[in-house]
């Protein structure tokens, strides 16, 4: 049993079902805060499982997963560099109902994790989220992360926006 009750590691290819359960989960937790419907991750096949959960160990991205001691997958977050960009960009950021808050310490421990592999590539690092998600916003801005003012259309609703968000990596973690 760890000290915290969870452990983060990186994904790999053999987590694809885990992978694949946890992205469901963040369907239907959150429907707004990814770019992809519930219907459409139902189809994904098993080699596409298996390719987003092998990106989880590659040279040019990163997915990292929090374990409950129990063997519960209790949250991921996904980073890439952009070609031409000056840092990495965070994508499919979740923890689960039940391990959310400061206290629980999953959000900053996986954005721990993430913050050590980007700096090493950039010094920044990027996301968007949906202009609705103040759950969200305030976590991110709780780790220092601050609107840059550019905004697009959310593209499964075009009605709504997504902001951008960065923080810059040389400063001090939180």
């Known amino acids: 049993m760890s000290q915290r009750g969870f452990e ?3 994904t790999t290819e053999d987590d694809w079902a885990e992978v ?9 937790d959150t429907p707004l805060a990814y770019l992809e419907t519930l219907e459409h991750a139902h189809r994904r096949s098993e080699a596409e499982w298996r ?22 997958w209790v949250g991921t977050m996904l980073s890439k560099v952009p070609v031409g960009s000056p840092g ?4 499919g950021v979740y923890v689960a109902p039940s391990h959310r808050g400061r206290a629980a310490g999953v959000t900053d421990a996986l954005l721990d994790e993430i913050e ?19 759950r969200a916003i305030a976590a991110y ?3 220092g992360f601050t609107e840059t003012g550019t905004t697009r259309p959310y593209p499964l609703d075009r009605t709504t926006r997504e902001l951008e968000m960065r923080k810059h990596l040389t400063s001090p973690a939180r």
């Not at 694949?20 to 239907?28: I, K, P, V």
């Not at 987003?52 to 409950?68: D, K, L, M, N």
Request: charged residues 25%; positive net charge.
């Open 8 to 10: 983060v590691r990186r």
């Open 20 to 28: 694949r359960a946890l992205r469901l989960e963040m369907l239907t």
């Open 51 to 72: 390719a987003w959960a092998r990106e989880g160990s590659s040279a040019s991205s990163i997915t990292v997963a929090a374990i409950a001691d129990d063997g519960r």
């Open 88 to 91: 990495a960009f965070l994508y």
């Open 116 to 134: 050590a592999w980007a700096a090493g590539r950039g010094d920044t690092l990027s996301l968007e989220v949906h202009e609705h998600n103040a």
């Open 141 to 143: 801005r709780a780790r």
